[in-house]
Nanobody
Framework: QVQLVESGGGLVQAGGSLRLSCAASGRTFSMYAMGWFRQAPGKEREFVAA????????YYVDSVKGRSTISRDNAKNTVYLQMNSLKPEDTAVYYCAAKVVTGFSGSYYYTSIGDYDYWGQGTQVTVSS
């Protein structure tokens, strides 16, 4: 079992930046591939970014590519999502998620909601125009 706690959300003007953090507790953080998802009001939850267990590979949804960076610090049991040039359409609750990865799959990342085993409670990001 792992507990995930997101932080760093808030209200920001369009063009601004935020860095979201997701702190994990419980089992060894380096066992998990991590992902960020978001859910806007009235919409389904969608994939934003993912990072492999070893941090060597990342992947982004096209709408945030070039504006966002996912990273992890396994020593701090934390994954980050740096978001720049924020737009009103980025407004959503952002969730981090963890997937247990065993064996030699350290370089895989995962983009589907169903891939993930654990979820945080979310942090609200609101971008004003």
């Amino acid at each position: 079992q792992v507990q995930l706690v997101e932080s760093g959300g808030g209200l920001v003007q369009a063009g601004g930046s935020l860095r979201l953090s997701c702190a994990a507790s419980g089992r060894t953080f380096s066992m998990y591939a991590m992902g960020w998802f978001r859910q806007a009001p009235g919409k389904e939850r969608e994939f934003v970014a993912a990072i492999s267990r070893n941090g060597g590979r990342t992947y982004y949804v096209d709408s945030v590519k070039g504006r966002s960076t996912i990273s992890r610090d396994n020593a701090k049991n934390t994954v980050y999502l740096q978001m720049n040039s924020l737009k009103p359409e980025d407004t959503a609750v952002y969730y981090c998620a963890a997937k247990v990865v065993t064996g030699f799959s350290g370089s895989y990342y995962y983009t589907s909601i169903g891939d993930y085993d654990y979820w945080g409670q979310g942090t609200q990001v609101t971008v004003s125009s």
